[in-house]
């Protein structure tokens, strides 16, 4: 009997490194992702410091040369904010959590998206209320934002309202954080599979290179449940989708982040409802 509990105890620490080594190739995947969007930005930030350098050479001026430095100024700090933005997703952190404010994050992600957004005409509008700081793993929640970002644009080729909002639940126990687009949507009969492994509602990839693979959504509840937490979706066909992240502020325990074991049930069977 003793070496039947030993077997399974050896099997669930297989599975557990198992799960933190897809966690770790998920959120690489996600960086490759980045890659070309992150990489064209930073060409338009050196192209736009080598023009005005140009400028303030050409110009001996006093007014010139200030305004092309202001602009190489402003430039370069957007080249830093991406930097850090992209330190921070890459970053090989502990498996712990550190409370952590949401919206620092999500305007991280955003920066990260910023021109892709623009590009295909996607209008965000942000609902931040003051919350309290959230006990998570910044790497495994940044992922998860940046997820639902690029499903949220692919959802509205033509463009749309992207609608984001981080407010307390009415208990004050909770963090809830919501990413509303106003798209194609989701069929009815698909909804119940989104968090399956490989079940993708796309084709492939897109031309940016992002999404098709199945893994987005299943690597995000598997994130979600980790941090005792629960993904809930709201879709129709035609008028967008919801999915709203609630958090804990206070954790009980501390399972490792691969883990998604005990906490299945706390996932809802995605509800079929228009965005509000």
């Not at 599975?15 to 992702?33: D, F, P, Y």
């Amino acid at each position: 009997m003793s070496g039947l509990r030993e077997e399974l105890e050896q099997v669930r620490r297989e599975k557990e490194q198992l799960e933190n080594q897809l966690a770790c190739l998920q959120r690489s995947a996600t960086l490759g992702e980045l890659l070309g969007t992150t990489t064209h930005e930073f060409n338009n930030v050196l192209m736009t410091i080598m023009n005005y350098a140009k400028l303030g050479l050409r110009n001996k001026d006093e007014a010139s040369r200030d305004k092309a430095l202001g602009k190489i100024l402003a430039a370069s700090e957007r080249a830093a904010k991406i930097t850090h933005s992209v330190l921070g997703m890459a970053r090989n952190r502990k498996d712990g959590f550190e409370p952590t404010q949401l919206a620092e994050l999500l305007q991280e992600s955003l920066l990260l998206l910023e021109r892709e957004l623009q590009r295909y005409r996607v209008h965000v509008e942000l609902e931040l209320e003051s919350v309290p700081d959230v006990p998570v793993n910044g790497n495994q929640i940044q992922q998860v934002l940046v997820n639902l970002l690029v499903n949220a644009r692919q959802a509205m080729p033509d463009g749309g309202r992207l609608v984001i909002r981080i407010r307390p639940d009415r208990e004050g126990r909770h963090v809830e954080l919501s990413v509303r687009d106003y798209g194609v949507g989701i069929a009815q009969d698909k909804l119940p599979r989104i968090f399956e492994p490989y079940y993708s509602t796309k084709s492939g990839p897109d031309a940016t290179g992002k999404g098709g693979t199945g893994l987005g959504l299943a690597a995000c509840r598997q994130i979600i449940q980790a941090h005792q937490g629960v993904i809930r979706v709201e879709s129709a066909v035609g008028k967008g989708t919801c999915f709203t992240l609630r958090l804990p502020l206070q954790r009980t325990v501390a399972p490792a982040l691969g883990a998604a074991s005990g906490w299945e049930a706390a996932v809802p069977v995605p509800a079929v409802e228009g965005p509000r």
